[in-house]
């Protein structure tokens, strides 16, 4: 099931060039997978990112189903 999108939206994707986790000081090498937040310019690695990445998609998706009136 897919949500409407936005520019700001997190992402899961693949690091374009080496960093560090805000989170856990963990180092995030070039093409780890990373949960990026655009709104922040944040990258975390994808443990630490993993879960307000799948909460932001499940509200995403209960307002999309609010919204088009789905409850």
């Known amino acids: 099931m897919s949500h409407t999108s ?3 939206d997190p992402k899961i994707m693949f690091a374009k060039f080496s960093s ?3 989170k856990c000081n963990k180092k995030i090498n070039k093409s ?7 709104n922040g310019k944040k990258a975390f690695c994808y ?9 932001f998609v499940s509200s ?3 307002e999309d189903n609010f919204n088009r009136g789905y409850c």
């Open 6 to 8: 936005y520019a700001g």
């Open 20 to 22: 560090t986790c805000p």
């Open 32 to 38: 780890d997978r990373i949960v990026y937040f655009p």
């Open 47 to 55: 443990s630490c990112g993993e879960q307000d990445y799948l909460d």
């Open 60 to 62: 995403a998706i209960d």
